[in-house]
């Protein structure tokens, strides 16, 4: 065997064959991904942690009696993984779901209890379970963006023959996969947080300030269940009735869903205006004028071509 | 940007965390606990992505250069490859993590090495850099829009797609001929003739021997031929060469004619070529080269001059004049539209978008008084409500007849009684007709609307009719058309620094907007189709005024002429027919003060050339144009047959007998008249214009 000369290029052997690291324009086979999903050490990553979270699913759903739900979810979830189905988190997400309600699989074995809503708080397989759906859902999403597509085409302006946009391996940083566990686990935990305020308070139409804690409200209920009298003597209302818990954690969490989105967008909505560029900022003041004197404009044409037309000239057209 | 695989989780998510939040939390909570951490963690990367947007990507910059040789060049030659450096900075504290960076490629141009496009980090205060090797085939002139930067999360949930705009163009000019490296290998002399001294048939005072003739009185002793008269013992007088150099005009047509076809392959472009390399060569023998330009309108040109900066000049003009395109007059506003909205949604991405620049649904309404019909609603509006009040007159006047009671008291009762007693009956009617078990507002509505039916029928049916006849503007084609024209006014407004008030003006004026639109097709070097045959089904590109002009100039040419000036027609004459007449007249002009005259008419593609076997034309349709004529997908073209064949088979042997005649008319006024076909290289026409020039070049 030869020694290489100074100008022969000797790939290196650390190198893993198959497409160019860097490059995420070419379109992947089946080999092609199966190569990517093991050999490269980036994806490798995700891969592993999306298996690692299926089978965490699996192992919850099977401790919580739903064998066929927990070898049902695995396998989606891993042909979502070694298929590139962009679909699968969803499948996963309404496969848990529905075992979790009907453990068995079948309507009629679910078990009903009052004190779910209220026992259902911070429980760690429930924790587990749902930081690995996260994981999951995130690492799969990811994994197609390395296999298949990370750009989304941008309908009517998706020119034909555009090649897929993967992203390259070669882009993800050291801590990204660090980020994304700590983020699953603040997510988990904002989760627990937002349903531990969803049920924990209740609303009440009649009242100054119409929150409360449900247990105060309980308590009072209990300790005056009709009226009583107060400290100057006279008899007050007992207090206002709530909502019921069904409509109240709608309205809590259609509220709490309502005003996050209307603080972030106002947020966000200024920090836009405040990036804007001259051209933009000049077109929003130019489309507010013309919203304001279109109607007078549109009437000054119509004139217009009438006027053209009475003189003998042709119709100018149009499509207002 | 939401993309669809973010709605789909987002509506996935909300589902299930509405199924487990109200249907299901008995029985387990682990449902809305999922949804609720995945939506936790979507809006997470929706805040990322968002700061990302808003502090990075809205700060992007952008510069280009372009390499040719190694070194930073504000024109480029064709044929030759040029590196293009495109450099995106990011001059925020956050960096982005994924973007793709794709440099939009300039019209008319083959990408050499390189993709143009690049998947990048851009880091914080940092910059990427983009390089690509192109090649420009034709001259005329490269546009480059600037570079199209999309950012997305790692998830594909978001997009952003910013366009950063750096206008850049560049002259391509024809490939710079070497004086020595481009010399013929049989040449004949090892040295070059003096500057501006050229042999020539005509005597005069050279130094090189032309010919010997008798003696006249009046030549000078020191020209007599001493031997050769004692040889044949009458007095011979030598005759030298002429020493003058030759002055070449070329003229060059730029009607819209000549400027139809695909960008880098028109008629005009092989012109500008042909006489890059006419002027190249002329200028490598030391003559003067001149260029004259003209269209329809009128001529500009520049005078015969020798220097090297002159000849830039030359190349520089005849890389703008194949720049120049066709007139769009005649194109209708859709197909404007089709062309030019595409193309300012991805240039112009952030001045598009609905945010700024939308489209209310109040201006989509329909506007029945428009039209003549319209006016019967308002009438069935006051018709009704007449009805409703004689009605009710009626009613108490007729009905109750106050002569029927004994006292003015009980009449007034019982009319109110019996106005009552309609109503409730109306009321009845009313609500007969609404279903009870609709929810409680759409039973309120509904009731009014039938109340509405019942009192007032023909102005509540003249009112619906008007709000279904103005509500159909906001559905269907003309919704999208107008939406459509109308941000493309508003962005002309724009780029012309005119306020709104043109945007009405585009709307309703077709022959505006399409000037409009064309010019900003125009301004941005992309071609859109244009309408070859008028209504009466003549070519509308036979420029017939280009013949007066080019008349013009040639006898103006003439006018300043020295000597031995040789003249380059550059242009397509061959349907000119009897217009061609002042071209006739100006060629005998020409021809009558010894100034040698060719006429290069440029051979469409599509017409076989009369030397060349008549074999069955074959026609390609438009899918047909990509397929590749080797390999697997390769697929035999079909010959034409039938009426196209006729037609087709008609039309060349009627350009034939247009050539003919053209060749017969110029070659009577002593012009010498040739064809360049699409494949004829510059260096057949060079021969062709030695032999014209009897090959007293020293090549």
Known sequence: MSSPTPYEVVPDPAEPDGPDRADGSAELDQRETFALLFNDPAVRTYTIAALAALAVVFLVLFENGSDLGALLVAAVGAAGVFLRWTTAPGFVLVLVTYFMVFPLGLPGSEFESRSEITDGRFRPPDLMLAAAVVVYAAAQFRLYGFVRQAVASEGSDRRPGDPPARRPPALVSANEFAVLLGLSAVAVVLGQLVWWAATGVEVVPGEDWPLRWAQDSRSQRQAFPRAFPGDDGRFRDAPAEPLPPRTSRFVLLVGMLFFTTVVARLVFGYWRLRAMGPAEGAMVVQDGGWLETKRERSRLEKWRAWGRKRAGGDEPGGTG | ?699
């Open chain 2, 1 to 699: 940007m939401l993309t669809p695989r973010g709605t789909w989780f987002l509506v996935v998510s909300g589902i299930v965390l509405a199924v487990g939040a109200l249907v299901v939390p008995l029985y387990s909570v682990v449902p809305v606990l999922l949804a609720l951490a995945l939506l936790a963690w979507f809006a997470a990367e929706w805040v990322a992505f968002q700061t990302r947007s808003c502090a990075a990507v809205s700060r992007l910059t952008v510069t280009r250069t372009v390499l040719q040789g190694g070194r930073e060049v504000p024109m480029v030659w064709a044929g030759l490859a040029f590196e293009v450096r495109v450099t995106v900075r990011n001059p925020s504290t956050f960096d982005i993590p994924f973007a793709v960076v794709e440099d939009r490629p300039a019209v008319a141009t083959d990408r050499a090495r390189g993709a143009g496009r690049r998947f990048v980090r851009i880091p914080a205060g940092g910059e990427v850099e983009l390089t690509h090797t192109v090649t420009a085939p034709s001259l005329g002139v490269l546009r480059f829009e600037g570079v199209q930067v999309r950012v997305a999360d790692p998830n594909g949930f978001f997009l952003r797609r910013v366009f950063l705009r750096d206008p850049a163009e560049y002259l391509v000019l024809p490939p710079l001929t070497d004086d020595e490296g481009r010399q013929r290998a049989t040449k004949r002399f090892n040295t070059l003739p003096p500057p501006g001294a050229h042999r020539l048939r005509l005597p005069g005072s050279g130094s090189e021997l032309l010919d010997l003739r008798d003696y006249r009185p009046g030549d000078p002793p020191k020209t007599i031929a001493w031997k050769a008269s004692a040889r044949r013992d009458r007095l011979i007088t030598k005759e030298f060469e002429n020493d003058v150099p030759v002055r070449t005009v070329l003229f060059l047509d730029t009607t819209d004619g000549v400027r139809l076809g695909p960008p880098g392959n028109t008629l005009l472009t092989r012109m500008a070529a042909v006489a890059a390399g006419v002027a190249q060569s002329a200028a490598a023998n030391r003559d003067l080269v001149g260029l004259t330009t003209f269209d329809e309108r009128g001529a500009a040109g520049a005078s015969p001059a020798r220097t090297k900066l002159h000849m830039i000049g030359v190349l520089r003009r005849l890389a703008e004049a194949s720049a120049l395109q066709p007139g769009a007059d005649g194109v209708p506003a859709e197909v404007l539209t089709a062309r030019a909205y595409p193309l300012a949604r991805e240039l112009y991405p952030e001045l598009m978008d609905k945010r700024a620049n939308a489209m209310p649904l109040s201006r989509l309404w329909l506007p029945l008084l428009d039209r003549r019909f319209g006016w019967l609603v308002p009438v069935m509006v006051i018709v009704g409500v007449l009805l409703f009040y004689l009605g009710l007159r009626s009613l108490y006047l007729g009905v109750f007849r106050p002569e029927a009671f004994a006292d003015r008291g009980a009449w007034d009762t019982q009319a109110l009684l019996g106005a009552r007693q309609w109503l409730l009956r109306a009321l009845n009617f009313a609500a007969s007709l609404t279903p009870a078990s609709w929810p409680f507002l759409l039973k309120v509505g509904w009731l009014l609307l039938m109340l509405a039916v019942t009192f007032f029928p023909p102005a509540t049916l003249g009112l619906i009719f008007w709000f279904f006849f103005g509500a159909r503007g906001w559905f269907g084609e003309r919704r999208r058309e107008l939406t459509e024209r109308k941000q493309l006014a508003a962005l002309f407004a724009l780029l012309d620094r005119a306020g709104p008030d043109p945007i009405e003006r585009y709307v309703a004026d077709d022959r505006a907007y399409a000037a409009r639109a064309a010019a900003f097709l125009q301004q941005h070097l992309l071609r859109c189709p244009v309408p070859l045959y008028d209504e009466t089904g003549r070519y509308r590109y036979r420029c017939p005024g280009k013949a007066a002009v080019l008349a013009g100039a040639l006898v103006r040419a003439v006018g300043r002429a020295r000597d031995n000036e040789l003249y380059v027609v550059f242009a397509d004459l061959a349907e000119l027919g009897p217009d061609l007449a002042p071209v006739v007249r100006a060629c005998r002009a020409a021809r009558a003060r010894h100034h040698h005259l060719l006429v290069i008419v440029p051979w469409p593609a599509d017409v076989p050339p009369p030397d060349e076997a008549d074999g069955p034309p074959v026609v390609a349709t438009p899918d047909e144009d990509d397929r590749p004529t080797r390999g697997p997908r390769a697929r035999p073209r079909r010959p034409e047959g039938g009426l196209a064949r006729l037609v087709r088979e008609s039309l060349t042997r009627q350009y034939h007998e247009a050539f003919r005649a053209l060749r017969r008319e110029l070659g009577r006024a002593g012009a010498t008249v040739m064809r360049v076909s699409d494949g004829d290289p510059v260096r057949v026409v060079l021969d062709r214009l030695d032999r014209l020039r009897g090959l007293r070049t020293r090549r």
